[in-house]
């Protein structure tokens, strides 16, 4: 790392860990990591890659403590010694990695401060990938196999770069493979109940990992959060629907040019279903409507359709407990549709 900082000693409250917006979460409870140096620590035994490796993960972070710096230096997602072996942290708003220690910085993508993110790091023996909601945002071919430490693996934290990337954390995986993008994003949407990962940390309620058996342990005043309920998701937002009065729906894009923002709504939205636009006022995008499917099913339904080939990601979160789905496109694909009829077991 180039910049030096002091290492932060505030004892920030736990309920200053709400800071970062956690109605969007991705599943169940997460890790909060948000007072001073805070990590979740892991034995070193099997993290050493020789034979392919990915990190993936949903993070909601900033590069530093938000209420003490402007985030100008650089932050530990995770690492096993950033100087000899890998690392992956956010230095500003830009996603980075190591792979074989120091020198071997790569640099690519960018993370919005404290917004919800997919993100994941892969390298196979001759290229090394960045991806941000599933998309390839960099790549830098290089040879060679990983190399390695004795260093204990730290989520939020480096044994050489002790600067927590201060937020939140959820479905942590490390793979020994270098996951495809199809791999990736047939499961970005779903906590991995099986497959060949070699540690999944779902941190709900704890950090262990019931994969590899490498279990962690929380290192200073982190904690874990189940998302909050929502007060209201009221009506008359730009950005947002409310539908039934419960269901807050709301799209991010991401263009070809790398370009990025908020769908907006439509005016005109009825009690269950509503229309975004993300370019143009009069070129809409995305429809989506909730269904009261109790009678069916026991469930409540989400479908949407969309006249797109841009990345878009449709987010739909339950005030009453926080519970959210998220569904993907993906550039230059033609957007499908979806009929998610087991959404929210949220009847009556």
């Known amino acids: 790392m180039t910049r030096s900082r002091s290492v932060l000693m505030l004892l920030v409250p736990m309920v200053a ?35 392919g490796f990915t990190f993936e993960g949903w993070i909601a972070v900033s590069d530093d403590n938000p209420t003490t710096n402007t985030g100008t230096g650089c932050s530990s997602i995770a690492g096993k010694g950033y100087t000899q072996a890998w690392w992956i942290g956010v230095c500003g708003t830009t996603l980075r990695s190591y792979i074989k220690g120091a020198g071997s910085n790569f640099d ?19 290229v090394r990938k960045h991806y941000i909601d599933g998309e390839e945002v960099a790549s830098h071919a290089e040879t060679g196999p990983m190399t390695s430490s004795t260093a204990e693996v730290r989520i939020g934290s480096d044994v050489n770069w002790a ?32 497959g060949g990962a070699l540690s999944v940390y779902h941190f709900d309620a704890n950090a262990n990992d019931p994969f590899g058996n490498r279990n962690g342990a929380i290192v200073g005043s982190g904690g874990f959060l189940a998302p909050p309920a929502i007060a209201s998701c009221g009506s008359g937002s730009t950005t947002a629907l409310c539908l039934e009065g419960k269901y807050l729906v709301s799209t991010r894009w ?33 429809l989506v409507k909730e269904l009261n499917g109790c009678g069916v099913n026991n469930r409540h339904w989400v479908f949407a359709a969309a006249t797109t ?23 230059n694909e033609n957007a499908p549709a979806v009929t998610d009829t087991g959404a929210f077991a949220t009847c009556p």
């Open 254 to 286: 991401v263009d070809f040019s790398g370009n990025r923002g908020n769908g907006t709504v439509v005016p005109g939205a009825s009690a269950n279903s509503g229309l975004f636009w993300f370019f143009s006022p009069d070129n809409w995008e995305v």
């Open 309 to 331: 080939n841009v990345h878009y990601e449709l987010i739909v979160t339950y005030v009453l407990n926080g519970e959210t789905k998220r569904y993907f496109n993906y550039l």
């Open 17 to 51: 860990l709400l800071a970062f917006p956690a109605a969007a979460q991705p599943f169940n409870s997460y890790l909060a990591l948000n007072s001073g140096h805070t990590y979740v620590a892991i034995p070193p035994a099997g993290f050493d890659f020789t034979t």
């Open 108 to 126: 690519g993508g960018t993370l919005g401060r404290g917004e919800w993110h997919h993100v994941a790091v892969t390298y196979d023996g001759t």
């Open 163 to 194: 600067f927590t990337a201060h937020g939140s954390y959820d479905e942590v995986r490390f793979w020994n493979v270098a996951r495809t993008k199809a791999q990736l994003r047939e499961s970005i949407n779903k906590p991995l109940t099986s």
